[in-house]
């Protein structure tokens, strides 16, 4: 009997996908509006902008997306589910969580919460475990350079996490119970009294987890479960004074703890690590002279993580706390032709540690500049920005963006842009220990040039894009055994990288109440110097869903696929291809009150997401999550 291999397979699956894909675009359309509604999308201009209107490769989940995927999901497995995103995790759920978006590292994402910079500045990443989805209204997503627009990080592109929005009155709740000992559970209310509008949001979620390593041989193996638990709030408040000025402000917060596996001293200690991330803002919006939008906003955030017992001999906890204040001052002005974005901004970051950094604050300061607009079949985005920071000097980057509308269904837009990523303070200044490394105060930022070239097509029933891109960066920071042999481990500017790629996108809204989603990704990210694939990405990933309302019904599966990877520059530890299915559904009880269950990893695949040289990491099993959904009508 003949049994194909696993490339075979591979291969098979590729070519079933992309048949899939071909096929779709190639149907006659069943409706006479087009699918693309103009929905209106600001993170990619920084301005108000339809959809249908943008030159860059965008995608937007929506409250509909998220609640589809269920309260007990994480943000980082629904964003894998977005074209051109890839995920890793250290374990199961409440592990902490890394996306690649496009194929860039995880710290080449730069990642906003209603527009304010949140994550930690000592590791240079933001830890995707720590937004939970309860609290999440909006995704909004840009693929590519955005330093232009939002300065460092932005070399593989954006995600801003737009926090819930309740129309008042309203009262709102969920609960769940799943596997594993599962939980989650929030509630919300808002209300306007004339001119004012609040809103208040609570929850929480948990579980017994699973063992965060699999193989016993790892010297950091400890088989009983990690558990894990959240909790966030979040409140909002804004005012209209007149037609022309409005006034608001927003906080959030979330607290989490997990467990995790360590071999120093002995892998059977409590290993715990809380984390605590906030973030507050307050806003003036008015409008001096009709055509000219004034937004003043100011805000902070905080990132606080602490590792129980310790892993340096002597303290009870390792504490790394980074603090961000943030204030922006952008204006939007009409023009003859087009809409202007002028832009004042300054970030100060300051690190508190439980070690000893030999600077702990340093400041940005930066003007951003736009042009973006549209005159019948040509549309254009220009923007420049100088980001003037304390610790390495002036950056500067920009987007030139141009698209064409070929006919009322077909657009071309192309695309060029520069990014940067400034160094970690960890990279600049973490203090030297012995057997572990020092930072190097000389590191200069990470930066890169993208280029990418688009089609799309919208009409009827019918909504797909095609887009080809290169990202080249170079100054990859990349801590080196200094000298080899030594233990002794310390950052250099040496790496750089080229990853040339594509992907297809697909909607089609069928009749009698079904809808067909498909994205398929082709890259190669190599390291220039090696010819080696980037660890744990893949050169192919996508996605296929369908889903149908029926009434009170809504069903719907999805498949989710990944190319083999490796976990090491050397292309060495091999982490297999795998394929995901999961199904949900909700039932509609009354006006007000709905039953949802979903099953993720239906077929139960085992997968690994993430190896090191001697540790296997766990990844999801079989997981089934149901639940009650109140919404006050």
Known sequence: MFHPSRRSAQAL?????????LAALSSPAFATTSVDDGTIVVTATRQPTPANQLLGDISVLDRADIEQAGPGATLGEMLARLPGIEFSRQGGRGAPEAVF??????????VLVDGMRIGSATLGATDLANIPSDQIERVEVIRGSASALYGSDAIGGVINIITREEGGPALSGEAGLGSRGAYAASAATAGTQGDLHYQLRAGLSGGDGQAAVTNASSPAY???????????????????????IEIGAQYFANENQSKFNSSWPSPTLDWRTRNRVSSISAYARLQPVKGWDSTLRLGSSVDDNRSFPSANPGQASDNFRTERTQITWQNDVDLPLGRALVLLERLEEKVVASSVFTLTRRDVNSLSLGWNGNAGAHYWQVNTRRDSNSQYGVKNTYTLGYGYQIAPAWRVAANAGTAFKAPSFNDLYYPLTPFAGVGNPALQPESSRNREISLHYAEGAHKASLTAFRNDIRNLISWEETPPGSWFYMPKNIGSARID???????????????????????????KASGKRLARRAAQFGTLGLDHDAGPWRVGAELQFSGNRYDDSANTRRLDSYTLVNVYGSYALTSAWSAFARIDNLLDEHYVLARSS????????????????????
């Open 501 to 527: 790629g594509w992907s297809l996108n697909y909607q089609w809204a069928i009749a009698s109440g079904w809808r067909l989603q498909a994205a398929w990704n082709e890259q190669d990210p190599r390291d």
């Open 101 to 110: 978006l496009r194929g860039t590292n995880a710290g080449h994402v730069l």
């Open 614 to 633: 001697d540790t296997t990491f766990a990844s999801l099993g079989q997981s089934i999550f149901v639940g009650l959904r109140y919404q006050m009508k």
């Open 13 to 21: 699956r590729s070519a079933t996908l992309t048949t899939i894909l």
């Open 222 to 244: 400890n088989p009983g479960n990690h558990g894990y638990w959240s909790r966030n709030l979040s409140a909002g408040v804004n005012y209209r004074i007149s037609p022309r």
